[in-house]
């Protein structure tokens, strides 16, 4: 350690001064020279402190410790010359080439975007044009049927109002045989019909909302990671809301759209309507025992299915109806935007109307203990436990696919693997976000986690001491899940934030 250091200096009644660094006097006997360096404290001290605070230290003259010193300043300053000093002149060389890379970079990726653009500004004109076209065609063959009409009104106005002048004429100057040849031409021309008026071709216009989404899908979308960027909310974004004991132990949780609730169930004849403050609002009896429930996103109404009879059910006005049975043991139903039933079976999706006619069969590899709807992009998620029963492993996974049921990819351990918790990656329900995104229902590890709608892993959401079970989002963003043992009632509202 340098001689010259400024240091602590303890004081014979507890104080501690401090000597600023620089200052050649002694702190403690005003005007004395600091010329000698206690190798015990260490710090350079005068003639007066060695018999009264460093009484009985180890010292020397500092002349005697120069030499030393200089070696090590040396050291130090060979060593940052060739460590630090080099590695800051290397990082601010390979700083500027980054910065010289990156504006180029950005200024290619613009060039390919407005090219990009230049060409979908030319399709669309070209697209236009095409419509514009078909539009004038139209126009045209709907003018021409009408000017041909109008020709045929006026020439039938003219020879009825010709044929009633010679009629009157006939009342007033007529023969008897000219009246009586009159009056059976009148009676012909009762029957006489108008020209038949033609039916024109129609043209409607219905303007895309979707144009952001339809942009993207036609030119491309820039992928931007900035460097503050955290991937999915951070903990100050999410908040547990409310907490309660439920009335019963919920296995499917369900929220309504434009509502504050929830429609719940529990393997039972029983369905339960929970509000977001943990009230039961509603409580409706099914004629069989239900194994799951969804919410059309047309309706808004509940859809039931039991295994006990192989029933799916609609809850219109307040009252069950029964809508049609299918073949096999159902286990998971899905009622997507375009009004479609869809009925997980083991290794098999069945897709249904909503009138029980069987529109195709999907046979898979997996069985769909839940199937929920993306409401962005219509892509359809479903839960596959994997059970030995169904000829599975035992690796429970995620499978999403599009709307016409091809798939896309799937989530599972090996794609888990960094985040697993105390156990393996145990998914037993999924919900879509209003943004697309998933929440996945973790049992084992109690654990909710957000994946992105293409499958990347965004953020933990939340963490309980026991299992996590059903969940499900609101149109507001607030989510639903239910905590704790496999009989637990505990749900939890959760907040969060993109």
């Known amino acids: 350690m340098f001689g010259g250091m400024a240091e602590q200096i303890p004081y014979n009644e507890g104080q501690v001064v401090f000597r600023p660094l620089g200052q050649t006097t002694c702190v403690y006997h005003k005007g004395e020279i ?20 460093h009484r009985g230290h180890n010292f020397e003259e500092l002349s ?37 890379n990156h504006s180029s970079h950005c200024k290619g990726v613009a060039q390919e975007v407005k090219k990009q653009g230049e060409r979908y500004k030319k399709d669309v004109d070209s697209f236009i044009a095409q419509m514009l076209l078909k539009l004038k065609k139209l126009e ?79 030119i491309g979308k820039v992928g931007l990671t900035r460097s503050d960027e955290i991937p999915g909310p951070s903990e100050d974004q999410i908040s547990v809301v409310r907490e309660w004991e439920a009335p019963c132990n919920t296995r499917c949780i369900c929220p309504i759209e434009d509502d504050d609730g929830a429609w719940t169930c529990d393997y039972s004849n029983m369905l339960t309507y929970l509000t977001s403050q943990g009230k039961t609002k509603q409580q409706i009896k099914s004629p069989v025992p239900v194994i799951d429930i969804c919410v059309s996103p047309k309706t808004q109404n509940l859809w039931a299915c039991s295994n006990i009879d192989n029933r799916v059910i609609e809850l219109v006005s307040g009252k069950f109806t029964g809508r049609f049975y299918t073949l096999d043991k159902v286990r998971s139903i899905c009622v997507t935007k375009c009004d479609e039933v869809l009925v997980g079976m ?12 069987l529109h195709s069969t999907i046979t898979t590899a997996w069985s769909p203990r839940r199937i929920v709807q993306c409401p962005v992009s219509e892509n ?22 599009d709307k016409n049921l091809r798939k896309s990819f799937q ?63 609101a149109s507001d963003g607030l989510l639903w899940a239910r905590f704790g043992v496999y009989s637990s009632k505990q749900v939890k509202l959760i907040q969060y934030k993109l």
Request: charged share 25%.
């Open 64 to 100: 005697e410790v120069t030499p030393q010193n200089k070696s090590q300043i040396q050291k130090f300053i060979e060593h940052t010359r060739q460590n630090e000093i080099l590695q800051l002149h290397q990082e601010i060389n390979s700083n500027q080439e980054s910065l010289k």
């Open 411 to 473: 989530y599972g351990r090996p794609e888990h693997a960094s985040r697993t918790g105390r156990r393996p990656f145990d998914p037993i329900d999924v919900a879509y976000d209003t943004r697309g995104c998933l929440v996945v229902g973790d049992c084992e590890n109690g654990c909710l986690h957000l994946l992105s709608g293409k499958g990347q892993y965004l953020k933990l959401l939340h963490t309980a001491t026991e299992g996590a079970w059903p969940v499900g989002v």
């Open 140 to 218: 045209d063959e709907n003018s021409n049927l009408l000017r041909n009409y109008q020709t045929d009104l006026e020439n039938k106005l003219e020879d009825l109002e010709g044929k009633v002048e010679k009629y009157e004429e006939t009342t007033r100057t007529g023969t008897d045989i000219q009246m009586f040849d009159s009056v059976i031409s009148c009676q012909r021309l009762t029957h006489v019909t108008s020209p038949a008026k033609p039916t024109l071709g129609t043209v409607q216009f219905y303007p895309n909302s979707l144009t952001n989404e339809l942009m993207e899908q036609a």
């Open 346 to 357: 083991k290794c098999k999706i069945e897709k249904y109307t909503t009138e029980g006619k």
């Open 34 to 53: 600091l010329e000698w360096f206690c190798e015990t404290c260490p710090d350079a001290i005068c003639k007066k402190c060695i018999p009264t605070i």
């Open 380 to 401: 359809i998620a479903v839960v596959d436990r994997d059970d030995a029963g169904d000829g599975g492993k035992g690796n429970p996974h995620i499978i999403v696919m």
